[in-house]
Structure formats: structure tokens, C-alpha cells
């Protein structure tokens, strides 16, 4: 008997991997507060302690994965009587991580293996970097086929953002072209996420409009233009709101740092 699965291209190419490691903790050792530019993952083997994100503390103990996102300012401890011991990957990955690691602390069956495979990277020299991209694959696949179907509406969402925010598009539209209602779709996209559509559409843009000044040496109009803002004023708003700087002074920082 033969059988043929269909399976859904979603193009996925989002996943490189940056470092691994693991560590068996002397007591109450601690790492931070700080900030990396790229995911984090670290599974406790044994022991416990706790992780600090967001203003909150999380007791994390054995089985659990705790989540360090880009750029989120967090601080871990070991326990000072049962001190744990951790499996940590690094990757760095632009859309696909934000909506599949959307909690702090997760438990996921199976894990535990999968990260303990992953010690065996340290025999390898050249396939090192695919076999840990396999194994992060791995593990996303457990969490995708652990929830329901709601998610896809946000997959949907994402891309469409991502492929339109220079057109102009707003969160009406984008519920609209799901068939959703805009408040419900909200609720969906936060509960994902953890932000607002209309805040993740307005920073992708705002990213996108820096990098074409920093990057690409486009002027401040240019840059609102490309990204789907047409009124300048309300640009340079929500761009010094994100930076802290008009663009203008954005990018005199950015050239100045790079002299």
C-alpha cells in the first residue's frame, strides 16, 4: 500500500544557528540582566531556579524551556540548594521564531530529547550548523503540533504584512483580507504575539524606514514613502516615539558611530 501526504510549501528559511551549549550550575550562579540580539533557549535538564523578564520572576525547573527574545532584557539564577543544569541553543531568525516561541516558560513534550541530541554537535565540524538547524526545525514542529488551527490566521496575517507594509495597508485590511473581524482579529494576533497589529505594523515599518537611511543612505521622505507612510510628520512621530530621535538625528548618530 502506498500513501502520498500533502504537505502545505510555506517557504520556511528562517532559521541559523548562532551557538550551543550546556552547563551543569554551581549554586546561585547567575547571568545578567542583558540584552543579546538573537534567540536563546535554554532547557533545564535538572535543578531549578529562576528567570526574571518583563518585570516578572519565573521559578523554572526541570523540563522547562525558558525563551530569552531579541533585544528583551532578562536575568537568570540557579537555585542555591538544587542548582539546575541547562542545554542552551542560540539562532537567530526574523519572523518565524516571534510566532512560534510566544511564551516565556514552556513546557514541551519531547523537548528532551531533542536538546539532548543536540550535545552531539560537538563531534561534528562541518555539518555542525545544519544538524542544529534540523534539530531547532525539530523542536518547532513539536510546539506547531501541539496547538490548534487559530495560529494559521496570524501566519496568514504576518505574511501579508510583511510582503504589503510598503503599500499602505492597516489592520482593517489586513483583518478584512482574513475574513475576521478587526476586534477579534486583534485579540488573536496580541494573544500571539504579545503586541497589538497596529504596533507590530507600525515598528516593522519604522525598522524598515531606518535601515533604508542608515543602510541604504535614503532620505528621511524617501524612506517614509517606501515604507507606507505618506504623511512625513506622522513618520518622524512614531519614528523619534520608537528611537528616541527624529530621523534626521538617527542617522547623524549612525555616521558619527561609523567614523
Not at 252 to 257: A, G, I, S, V
Request: glycine share 8%; with cysteine; aromatic share 14%.
Amino acid at each position: 500500500m502506498s500513501v502520498t501526504e500533502i504537505v502545505i510549501n510555506k517557504n520556511y528559511c528562517d532559521v541559523s544557528p548562532m551557538e550551543f551549549g550546556y552547563e551543569a550550575c554551581l549554586p546561585s550562579h547567575y547571568f545578567g540582566p542583558v540584552v543579546r540580539g538573537y534567540w536563546l533557549l535554554h532547557y533545564v535538564v535538572s535543578g531549578k531556579g529562576i528567570f526574571k523578564r518583563d518585570g516578572k520572576v519565573y521559578n523554572v525547573g526541570a523540563g522547562q524551556i525558558f525563551v530569552i527574545s531579541p533585544y528583551a532584557e532578562t536575568y537568570y539564577q540557579a537555585d542555591e540548594n538544587d542548582p539546575w543544569e541547562y542545554i542552551w541553543i542560540g539562532f537567530d531568525s526574523e519572523t518565524l521564531a516571534g510566532t512560534v516561541f510566544t511564551e516565556h516558560v514552556m513546557t514541551v513534550a519531547g523537548a528532551g530529547k531533542i536538546f539532548r541530541d543536540m550535545k552531539r554537535c560537538s563531534e561534528m565540524d562541518n555539518g555542525r550548523s545544519p544538524f542544529l538547524c534540523a534539530k531547532i526545525w525539530e523542536l518547532i514542529s513539536l510546539i506547531l503540533d501541539g496547538t490548534d488551527n487559530l495560529p494559521d490566521h496570524i501566519d496568514k496575517a504576518l505574511n501579508y504584512i510583511h510582503t504589503d507594509y510598503a503599500n499602505g495597508i492597516t489592520v482593517t485590511s489586513v483583518a478584512e483580507r482574513l475574513n475576521l473581524d478587526r476586534t477579534y482579529f486583534s485579540v488573536l494576533f496580541k494573544k500571539r504575539l504579545g503586541i497589538s497589529p497596529i504596533k507590530y505594523l507600525s515598528d516593522l515599518r519604522i525598522e524598515k524606514a531606518a535601515e533604508l537611511i542608515v543602510k541604504h543612505g535614503m532620505s528621511a521622505t524617501t524612506a517614509a514613502l517606501s515604507v507606507g507612510y505618506f504623511d512625513y510628520c506622522h513618520f518622524s512621530r512614531a519614528f523619534k516615539k520608537k528611537y528616541g530621535k527624529s530621523p534626521k538625528e538617527y542617522s547623524k548618530c549612525y555616521n558619527n558611530d561609523r567614523k
